[in-house]
């Protein structure tokens, strides 16, 4: 039987639980989509500017929000607005 002590198991739940926030997918954006866009801005926009910046965009962790921000970007402001995200 193997034997672990606790900072091994610390570790791995550690592991696990940054895989776990990594793992957003295009269902969290839709769902995030679906709550108004708005909602999606007010709860990643770190700064209260009204838009989610790339880096705000890339600290969400929803992978198709982050893969897709320069398409979303229509303007090339390096910004998503309301109406960006509106196009999904």
Sequence with gaps: ??????VTLVEI???FTAFAAA???????ESAVEKGQGDLI??????GDGQLSKSE???????ELISNFDS????KDGQ???EE???L
């Design 1 to 6: 039987m193997l034997k672990l002590n606790k």
């Design 13 to 15: 739940f550690a592991v």
């Design 23 to 29: 793992t957003a997918t295009a269902s969290d954006l």
């Design 42 to 47: 007010s709860q990643y926009d770190t700064d």
């Design 57 to 63: 965009a890339s600290a969400s962790n929803i992978s």
């Design 72 to 75: 979303l970007d229509a303007n």
């Design 80 to 82: 998503l607005s309301a």
């Design 85 to 87: 995200l509106a196009a």
